[in-house]
């Protein structure tokens, strides 16, 4: 099963230092080529997440998010979290990869079943604009989550295990925000309560039930 044998709170192996860091000079990479071809981005990347009202505007005519390099760019959160799982979780390599790409597809599908329910209920504009603040979301997250892994080799065990809680704390945090926002834009656009209520727990709730299940299968523990 996916999972087994993980334990959370272990520093990175040699074995996975390549790939670790293969992983991040990828992000780099990505980060250079989206600050080359438009400097504004990551400032207005950061202050959409903090004036989401400006939100469609910002992605569409300052960032762009349409575009290619948006869309690697939002790609490098799941690179992110394989390196931070390569960085803190003992476990096959492969299988870290492989967890990687099966939350990929199921954010992909998520996506695709975001559409249908925009669809059903005539809320389009809700929908995309829910996208929008994943992407924001994917984006914001991927940059601080790089930043924090490539100062984790300068602590010692006991400071990388308290790096771990910070970065689950950014992840957690993030998401609070990117619901709140979402969900006051779904009010707004009068998207019905039930419609609202069935996408939190079939698209939110059951998902991330799931991946605490595959993190915690075999007991893996806090070391």
């Known amino acids: 099963m996916l999972g087994d044998g993980f334990a959370i709170g272990t520093t990175i192996s040699d074995n996975s230092s390549i790939l670790f860091w ?29 004036f989401n009202r400006y939100l469609l505007y910002n992605s569409q005519e300052v960032m762009k998010m349409e575009n290619i390099r948006s869309r690697l760019l939002s790609f490098t959160y799941f690179t992110s ?31 695709s079943v975001m559409w249908g329910l925009g669809f059903i209920s005539k809320t389009k504009d809700g ?20 930043v924090v892994l490539i100062f984790t080799f300068a602590l010692d065990n006991e400071q990388s295990f308290i790096v771990l809680w910070v970065i689950l704390g950014i992840l957690i945090l993030g998401l609070v925000i990117r619901e709140i926002q979402s969900l006051i834009r779904a009010v707004t656009a009068k998207v019905s309560v039930l419609y609202i ?23 893996a523990v806090l070391s």
């Open 127 to 146: 929908i995309i604009e829910h996208q929008l603040n994943h992407q924001i979301y994917f984006q914001t997250s991927s940059l601080l989550l790089s």
């Open 197 to 219: 209520i069935l996408y939190l727990c079939t698209l939110e709730i059951v998902p991330l039930l799931v991946i605490l299940r595959v993190f915690t299968s075999n007991e």
């Open 81 to 111: 979290l394989a390196a931070c799982a390569l960085r803190f979780i003992s476990g096959d390599d492969l299988s870290i990869v492989l967890a990687a790409l099966v939350l990929l597809g199921g954010t992909l599908l998520k996506f």
């Open 22 to 50: 293969g992983l991040l000079i990828f992000n780099l990479i990505i980060y250079a080529i989206v600050l080359t071809n438009n400097r504004e981005y990551f400032r207005t990347l950061f202050s959409t997440v903090v």
